[in-house]
C-alpha cells in the first residue's frame, strides 16, 4: 500500500495488465482491484482523495466489497480482507469492530486475552489486535501483559464507557445477553433469533424496520422462567423482546408454513 495509506483506483482494463484473467476471476469474487505504485514514481499524480499515474475512474466505494487485492511490482497479488459496514449501525467501521467492544464492555469485571476474544468472537486474531490498539488508544479499554500474554478489559473510568456500552449492547450485545439469559434454564433444546433484528445482524439489508426482537426458543422449559429470564435483560436490549416456543425438533421436522417463513429466512443461534 503506498505510504500514505491510501488506496489506488484501477483503469479499467489495466489494473492487472497482461494477467486479465486474474482480474476477472476477482470481480467474480466480488473484489475491487486496485494497483499499487511507487510513491516516487515520476509520473504521480493527485485525483482527488486517490494517487494514480494516470487520470483513471475510481472505482472504489467506502463501505463496500469484501477485499482489495494490491498488485505490486513483482506480479505479486495480495488480499485484503474488508468488512462491511453494519446494518445495526452504520457509524461504525465493520461488524467485528462492534462485536468486539461490545462483548468487552458489556462486563466490566470479564479480562480476557486477545486469543481468547479471537476464539470466542470467532474473529482473526489480526482484526481483534487492531481493534484492540485503536480502543486502547481511546481509553475505552485497558490492557496488561501477564508473561507474554496481553490482557484486556474494559475500562468504567473512561467518559465515553457508559454511554458507548449502551449503545454497543443495543446494537450488538443482544445474542451475547440473551445466551446468558437462557443458559442452565432446563429443558431448553436450542434457542434463535429470527426475523427483521436477525437480518440486519447478518448483513441482509431489507426495508421493513426493526420493531423488536424475535426470540424462537426450542424444547419444553418453564415458561415462566424464559419469561422472567428474559425480562431482566431486555431493558438493555433497546426493542422489545417476543418469544416464540416451539418443540425441540420443530425446525427439523415441522412442515407448517410458519417453520417454513423461519427457516427460509436469516436465523442466528445463541443456543
Same mark, same amino acid.
Given at each position: 500500500?503506498?505510504?500514505?495509506?491510501?488506496?489506488?483506483?484501477?483503469?479499467?482494463?489495466?489494473?492487472?495488465?497482461?494477467?486479465?484473467?486474474?482480474?476477472?476471476?476477482?470481480?467474480?469474487?466480488?473484489?475491487?482491484?486496485?494497483?499499487?505504485? #511507487?510513491?516516487? #514514481?515520476?509520473?504521480?499524480?493527485? *485525483? &482527488?482523495?486517490?494517487?494514480?499515474?494516470?487520470?483513471? $475512474?475510481? $472505482?472504489?466505494?467506502? @463501505?463496500? @466489497?469484501?477485499?482489495? =487485492?494490491?498488485?505490486?511490482?513483482?506480479?505479486? !497479488?495480495? %488480499?485484503?480482507?474488508?468488512?462491511?459496514?453494519?446494518?445495526? *449501525?452504520? !457509524?461504525?467501521?465493520?461488524?467485528?469492530?462492534?462485536?468486539?467492544?461490545?462483548?468487552?464492555?458489556?462486563?466490566?469485571?470479564?479480562?480476557?486475552?486477545?486469543?481468547?476474544?479471537?476464539?470466542?468472537?470467532?474473529?482473526?486474531?489480526?482484526?481483534?489486535?487492531?481493534?484492540?490498539?485503536?480502543?486502547?488508544?481511546?481509553? +475505552?479499554?485497558?490492557?496488561?501483559?501477564? @508473561?507474554?500474554?496481553?490482557?484486556?478489559?474494559?475500562?468504567?473510568?473512561?467518559?465515553? %464507557?457508559?454511554?458507548?456500552?449502551?449503545?454497543?449492547?443495543?446494537?450488538?450485545?443482544?445474542?451475547?445477553?440473551?445466551?446468558?439469559?437462557?443458559?442452565? !434454564?432446563? &429443558?431448553?433444546?436450542?434457542?434463535?433469533?429470527? &426475523?427483521?433484528?436477525?437480518?440486519?445482524? *447478518?448483513?441482509? &439489508?431489507? $426495508?421493513?424496520?426493526?420493531?423488536? =426482537?424475535?426470540?424462537?426458543?426450542?424444547?419444553?422449559?418453564?415458561?415462566?422462567?424464559?419469561?422472567?429470564?428474559?425480562?431482566?435483560?431486555?431493558?438493555?436490549?433497546?426493542?422489545? +423482546?417476543?418469544?416464540?416456543?416451539?418443540?425441540?425438533?420443530? *425446525?427439523?421436522?415441522? #412442515?407448517?408454513?410458519?417453520? $417454513?417463513?423461519?427457516? #427460509?429466512?436469516?436465523?442466528?443461534?445463541?443456543?
Amino acid at each position: 500500500m503506498p505510504l500514505d495509506g491510501r488506496q489506488l483506483a484501477p483503469q479499467p482494463g489495466e489494473a492487472l495488465g497482461s494477467k486479465r484473467g486474474d482480474r476477472a476471476a476477482a470481480r467474480g469474487q466480488g473484489q475491487r482491484v486496485a494497483r499499487e505504485h #511507487s510513491r516516487d #514514481s515520476p509520473t504521480f499524480e493527485p *485525483l &482527488g482523495r486517490w494517487r494514480c499515474r494516470h487520470r483513471w $475512474t475510481p $472505482t472504489h466505494q467506502e @463501505g463496500e @466489497g469484501v477485499g482489495i =487485492i494490491f498488485h505490486n511490482s513483482n506480479d505479486i !497479488i495480495h %488480499f485484503v480482507e474488508r468488512e462491511p459496514i453494519p446494518m445495526l *449501525l452504520p !457509524i461504525l467501521r465493520s461488524r467485528q469492530q462492534g462485536q468486539l467492544l461490545a462483548w468487552i464492555l458489556d462486563d466490566p469485571e470479564r479480562e480476557c486475552s486477545l486469543t481468547e476474544l479471537s476464539r470466542q468472537l470467532k474473529i482473526p486474531a489480526p482484526s481483534v489486535h487492531r481493534e484492540v490498539e485503536r480502543a486502547e488508544a481511546t481509553g +475505552v479499554v485497558i490492557s496488561r501483559m501477564v @508473561g507474554r500474554t496481553r490482557l484486556v478489559k474494559a475500562n468504567p473510568a473512561s467518559r465515553f %464507557f457508559a454511554p458507548l456500552r449502551e449503545l454497543l449492547v443495543m446494537s450488538f450485545g443482544v445474542p451475547d445477553r440473551l445466551h446468558g439469559a437462557l443458559t442452565g !434454564i432446563p &429443558g431448553i433444546s436450542g434457542a434463535h433469533i429470527f &426475523g427483521s433484528w436477525a437480518a440486519r445482524f *447478518l448483513q441482509v &439489508g431489507g $426495508t421493513r424496520p426493526i420493531g423488536d =426482537i424475535d426470540l424462537l426458543v426450542l424444547g419444553s422449559p418453564n415458561r415462566d422462567a424464559v419469561y422472567q429470564a428474559v425480562a431482566e435483560v431486555a431493558p438493555d436490549l433497546g426493542h422489545p +423482546v417476543q418469544v416464540t416456543f416451539r418443540p425441540g425438533d420443530w *425446525l427439523a421436522t415441522s #412442515s407448517d408454513s410458519f417453520r $417454513t417463513t423461519v427457516a #427460509s429466512r436469516p436465523l442466528l443461534q445463541i443456543l
